[in-house]
Nanobody, 118 residues
Framework: VQLQASGGGLVQAGGSLRLSCKAS????????MAWFRQAPGKERDFVAA????????YYGDSVKGRFTISRDNAKNTMWLQMNSLKPEDTAVYYC????????????WGQGTQVTVSS
């Protein structure tokens, strides 16, 4: 599956952004989807994940209550709604996909830059 992330940009602290991840090439509904992020000089961190049907979601502790992950299998698209953004949310955000039962995310998008100014 090929993944294309978009929607990043520059926003002030307290603002909102909505990231999109468009999938192509394979059956989107067959993949667990997730967002990760990587800030300069830091390791890549888990942000959020969503199951095949979208019925269950998971969040990293630092984004709980502020970010919402969702998907529409008919549109082959996943989103990350980011509210109450903080400067520490600044990073390149990546969408990723994996098969159920497989722990590793094998498919990755190209990343989209999110910059939050204080």
């Amino acid at each position: 599956v090929q993944l294309q992330a978009s929607g990043g940009g520059l926003v002030q602290a307290g603002g909102s952004l909505r990231l999109s991840c468009k999938a192509s090439g394979r059956t989107f509904s067959n993949y667990v989807m997730a967002w990760f992020r990587q800030a300069p000089g830091k390791e890549r961190d888990f942000v959020a994940a969503i199951t095949l049907s979208g019925g269950t979601t998971y969040y990293g502790d630092s984004v709980k209550g502020r970010f919402t992950i969702s998907r529409d299998n008919a549109k082959n698209t996943m989103w990350l709604q980011m509210n109450s953004l903080k400067p520490e949310d600044t990073a390149v955000y990546y969408c990723a996909a994996r098969r159920p039962g497989v722990s590793e995310y094998a498919f990755w998008g190209q990343g989209t830059q999110v910059t939050v100014s204080s």
